[in-house]
């Protein structure tokens, strides 16, 4: 069974959390303190992804990630972190981790990201995360996922494809041919205004003033351009 560590120290969060770890199908190591959840791990060399609060009684879930960090690459990290915590600073000091989810949050959502990291981590091996860092904006490319001023942006799967593109060819006009192939793949058949609308439902959740793009611009009969 894949095996999960939870790291919380109140006590009615942390078998919230058990209760729906064990109903989708983990099992679920608990620690109510840094200290503890280190030795757990310690014990528990199979555990595949620790779940860290960041407010603990000893020490705090960043220390309790770097940690970790320093003798396993392997694990996947999820930060718990609380509304009120800055994100700037969360997300300076989480650098060893490979998601974050927010408090209050869903059992379905929470699972879906442990869900996802065990895929990536059976996926092609490649364990390490590619951050790709331009102006307000972090994409996380094995985890998929995009952060703006330290806040996480959701994107579907063909939003992710797209920026990420862009963000590996900065600075470049992209037709929108190009972006078709490269997203959809060369055989699709469908239209291009796929494309555009993609773009549009991007610049929504991307741009700080939708009705003058400053990041995706547009190339006037050609197809856009990513710049920070
Ligand atoms: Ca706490």
New binding site residues.
Partial sequence: MKKVLIL???VNIRSFVVINLKRAGYDAIEAGTGMEALDKLRENPDIGVAIL????PDIDGFEVCRRIRATNKQIGIIMLTARTQEMDKVTGLMTGADDYVTKPFSPAELTARIDALYRRMGGDGGMSAELLTQGPFVMNTRNHTLEKNGARIRLTQVEYSILKLFMQNPGRALSREDILSAVWGREYEGELKIVDVNIRRLRIKIEDDTANPAYITTVWGFGYKWGV
């Fill in positions: 919380e120290d109140e609060d960041i407010m603990l």
